[in-house]
């Protein structure tokens, strides 16, 4: 079964830092862009960050632009999220996503999501 | 950043009704809109991708069309399991973004 698989998540205070993680199952993880979207509580969906196959495109949301960093080891089919001096505003659950098309970071839509890990950042 | 305007935020309706939903960009981003289904407490759903095409095992009756800067998301006729928030995305260009989102619920 296709999945994907989100940990990390949990209380912090401001300032603070967090790492979230993602494993995926069942596809060819080094295949598929990955991405990360979060959604705040009763809010909407909001893009975060990407990454391609090869990690040789990254970009971020400019509200995490310089906070968070994302990565991926392929060998161990892990996409990652380091989030620093989080903000009240960082409070939501963080989905992490794969774009449906091998090889493509454009274009595409998500049609895997993680059951999503809840970040709170509270004091 | 490319701006994703959906109409209505939210509307009711009864099973059997035609749906639909508008999505607006701000720029061109050819055909690159995608349509997610989301319940509550759930993950969203790739419905549509590309515009118009069908994500496999999603029901015929969800159809996407447009191009450019206007898109619609068509329910042609709505089932129990359709009542839940939809969201258009844009995967033209970073950063990626959605729709504020729709919200159907039971009239």
């Known amino acids: 079964e296709v999945q994907l698989v989100e940990s990390g998540g949990g209380l912090v205070q401001p300032g603070r830092s967090l790492r979230l993680s993602c494993v995926g199952y069942?596809?060819?993880?080094?295949?598929?862009?990955m991405h990360w979207v979060r959604q705040a509580p009763g809010k909407g969906l909001e893009w975060v960050s990407g990454?391609?196959?090869?990690?040789?495109?990254?970009d971020y949301a400019d509200s995490v632009k310089g906070r968070f960093t994302i990565s991926r080891d392929n060998a161990k089919n892990s996409l990652f999220l380091e989030m620093n001096s989080l903000r009240a505003e960082d409070t939501a659950l963080y989905y992490c996503?794969?774009?449906?098309?091998?090889?493509?970071?454009?274009?595409?839509?998500?049609?895997?999501w993680g059951q999503g890990t809840t970040v709170t950042v509270s004091s | 950043d490319i701006q994703m305007t959906q109409s209505p935020s939210s509307l009711s309706a009864s099973v059997g009704d035609r749906v639909t939903i508008t999505c607006r960009a701000s720029?061109?981003?050819?055909?690159?809109l995608n349509w997610y289904q989301q319940k509550p407490g759930k993950a969203p759903k790739l419905l549509i991708y590309a515009a118009s095409s069908l994500k496999s095992g999603v029901p015929s009756r969800f159809s996407g069309r447009g191009s450019r800067t206007d898109f619609t998301l068509t329910i042609s006729s709505l089932q129990p399991e359709d009542f839940a928030s939809y969201y258009c995305?844009?995967?033209?260009?970073?950063?990626?973004?959605f729709g504020q989102g729709t919200k159907v619920d039971v009239k």
């Open positions: 069942g596809f060819t993880f080094d295949d598929y862009a």
């Open positions: 996503a794969k774009v449906s098309h091998a090889n493509y970071f454009y274009y595409y839509g998500l049609d895997v």
């Open positions: 990454v391609s196959w090869n990690s040789d495109i990254i």
């Open positions: 720029q061109s981003i050819s055909s690159y």
């Open positions: 995305q844009q995967s033209y260009s970073t950063p990626w973004t």
